[in-house]
């Protein structure tokens, strides 16, 4: 089974910055994208980017934040940039094993989740 696993989140003041990290399991899986979403309390679970077929951002975030690939092909980062209060979220990343010809942006496009990591951003 392949698992996702996010690190890098924590408390920050508005304006500061953050960058996440997503680790898949398995070093040989070959993912047709991998995306970023985030969930705030009350709230539905939403886009954030992603990276496929291109590279896509929600305009919320677009311009701050930043998706990359390390050296490792199973590891993705989320550079987030002049965070605001309103990035206050859970974020998760995501695989998606199938194949597509987009980059997918809706959560029922991706087939492996990782558990979260929190965003909080408070003076």
């Known amino acids: 089974q392949v698992q996702l696993v996010e690190s890098g989140g924590g408390l920050v003041q508005p304006g500061g910055s953050l960058r996440l990290s997503c680790v898949v399991s398995?070093?040989?899986?070959?993912?047709?994208?991998m995306g970023w979403f985030r969930q705030a309390p009350g709230k539905d679970r939403e886009f954030v980017g992603a990276?496929?077929?291109?590279?896509i951002y929600a305009d919320s975030v677009k311009g701050r934040f930043t998706i990359s690939r390390g050296s490792a092909w199973n590891t993705v980062y989320l550079q987030a940039n002049r965070l605001k209060p309103e990035d206050t979220a859970v974020y998760y990343c995501?695989?998606?094993?199938?194949?597509?010809?987009?980059?997918?942006?809706?959560?029922?496009?991706?087939?492996?989740w990782g558990q979260g990591t929190q965003v909080t951003v408070s003076s």
């Open positions: 398995e070093r040989t899986f070959r993912g047709t994208a």
């Open positions: 990276t496929g077929m291109y590279t």
């Open positions: 995501a695989a998606r094993a199938r194949t597509t010809s987009e980059t997918p942006r809706r959560a029922d496009e991706y087939d492996y």
